[in-house]
């Protein structure tokens, strides 16, 4: 029933959830699977520590990412004059910051397998450092999707970064999560479960879709 | 273009933990044919091939071809014992060298599909490369090798796990391959497969090339007694 009459707002804040974290997800995708792919072929000086601090960083709590980009992103700041605290691109700037490592660790994970596979294959075809990050990308894509979905799980339910830097401001940056948060705080707890509903069906849809779309299990193992 | 052989090694060496695998070895191969190398497990067959092919670390001695090395890396190709196979289907690993070439993938899979068809994989173009069989997985190597027309072929015990009939349909390709032109470079621990392709022999003993000789010359009178008791079965320490 009160998700029929909130239909409106409802679906303002269900949509801008999907959003910032999608934006989120794509920007932290595009930083953390070139960089699972270059640790997992290139031998470099730091490899060993970086790959320790990425999963070190897998469990930094959402809620001093979320102050530190506040102190960073203030007024006071160095990056204050970008105005950006408060809206949904400081959402985002949070949201990467969780998620990177975490996609990154995952994939590295699954690429460092493959990698140990076509070693001696791609080394004696003579295969350029992007090359074979390309290569590895590519066939182990299945792998790489389920380190995507744990990252869009952990940005679509998260709330302590995004309470602080967004500000929970209504028609603004108030998304599911915070709404969540909000509503069980008046109170409300009928309206708070009925978000709740709201963001796990997201998920969920969201999961499927994307499953559905790329065939997962449809075929052989790869 | 100009030919990359003769391949030319002198005093060429390997080693791993300071441990002398393979060498000195003096050896100078030119085409045409197949040179197969043989000998006892251990003696540094496959070592010997990685060397010559540039995938293991010289560390003493030089080897070099007729042209620069840079050029030559894109003249020669290696087939492992085990193949490895990239998780794609047969057509795109077979057309993964050309598309590495920076070919389109139309043109790369369209002449994929040829070689598949050559060696014998014509009917599954697009069957995940990763639930062929033993065999097929070779002939899938075999042919992703040869798509990019090398000079040289590189191949370690191409056969050792597989069954007479895939054993006989690699030694066809191979027996085509040279004939079309690339020169083979073959390490083997079966006798019959040496002397069916073999147009000289290097007998490998202790990291050292203990024989060179003409295939038919040697398997009729080995030069050395240690090559006459490793053809007659003995075991050699």
Redesign the interface.
Known sequence: MLLITLDGDLLEIALRSLRVTLTALVIAGLIALPLAALLAVRRFRWRRAVIAILNAMMSLPPVVVGLVVYVILSRSGPLGALGLLFTPGAMIIAQVIIIVPLIASIAHQSLRDLWSEYHDLLISMNVTQTQKMATLLWDARRALLTAMLAGFGRAIGEVGAIMIVGGNIEHATRVLTTAIALETGKGDFALALALGFVLIALAVTINFAIHALTRTEREARW | MSAILPLRLSGAEARRRGKRLVGPVDLTLNSPGATVVIGPNGAGKTTLLRLM?G?ERLAGGEISWARPLAEV??EI??V?QTP?V???SVLDNIA??LR?RGQSRKNARAEALDWAGRVGLGGMPDR?A??LSGGERQKLALARALITRPEVLFLDEPTAALDGRSTREIETILTEASIAGTRLILSTHDMGQARRLATEVVFLLHGRVHETAAALAFFDAPGTPEAAAFLRGDIIE
């Open positions: 092919h995938t890396r894109h190709a290696f492992f490895v990239l998780r794609r993964y060298p590495l995940q990763t639930v």
